[in-house]
């Protein structure tokens, strides 16, 4: 499958510094989609870039997509404890349902 | 705001008993999913719905079943609990396959 995988597993930064996570996919996809999860809870959603972008913004957030290099990141800047959770990155290539990562855990330390 | 509810938080259940985990959405999605979720594993899709009476298998559709009689809601039912069914589980909805899912808390069920 076209599984996303998150790269690192798990992140710890301080409080106010910025937080990078990856994503690497094996297909072609028509969009890539970032998710946050609290311990515990169901998945929220945070952005969407379709393919034919390069970047896109969401207050703290950026997300960037290379198509050939079939990857994603994710940047959190000036994170708070609140951004604590673990993200995954969701990729769908037509119309099947989305396929998830295993995620990143990122812990911010106040 | 879309709104995806399970029927419990939590559940504990014995190894042979037939368990109903129940899912709402109140936003006339055509498209319903279960997944479950366990450590290093990430999300794996149990099983998925895109109309009402329509079902499609997902990666691990074994040992389980679902029903859709209305779109609003989609059961994910367990025939026969076994132990290593002990997971989170959790539902989703979207408007397109391949849009938005909106999920629900989660339902974290232990198989005795």
């Known amino acids: 499958s076209q599984q996303g995988e998150e790269d690192p597993q798990a992140l710890s930064i301080q409080e106010g510094e910025n937080a990078t996570m990856n994503c690497s996919y094996k297909t072609s996809i028509n969009n890539l989609q970032w998710y946050r999860q609290n311990s515990g809870r169901g998945l929220v959603h945070l952005i969407l870039?379709?393919?034919?972008?390069r970047e896109k913004h969401s207050g703290r957030l950026r997300v960037t997509l290379d198509t050939s290099k079939k990857s994603s990141s994710l940047l959190i800047t000036a994170s708070r404890a609140a951004d604590t959770a673990s993200y995954f990155c969701?990729?769908?290539?037509?119309?099947?349902?989305?396929?998830f990562g295993k995620g990143t855990r990122l812990s911010v330390i106040a | 705001d879309v709104k995806v509810t399970q029927s419990s938080r939590y559940l504990v259940k014995r190894t042979g008993e037939k368990v109903f985990l129940e899912c709402v959405q109140d936003?006339?999605?055509?498209?319903m999913f279960w997944y479950r979720q366990d450590p290093g594993l990430g999300l794996r899709l149990i099983y998925f719905s895109y109309d009402v009476k329509m079902k499609e298998k997902g990666d691990i559709p074994e040992g389980y079943s679902v029903s859709r009689e209305k779109k609003e809601r989609f059961s994910l039912i367990l025939e026969s609990a076994s132990t290593n069914q002990t997971s989170m589980y959790l539902c989703a909805s979207s408007r397109d396959v391949q849009e938005t899912q909106y999920f629900g808390p989660g339902t974290r069920l232990l198989v005795l």
């Open positions: 969701a990729t769908d290539a037509g119309n099947t349902p989305l396929v």
């Open positions: 870039i379709r393919s034919n972008e």
């Open positions: 936003m006339d999605h055509e498209n």
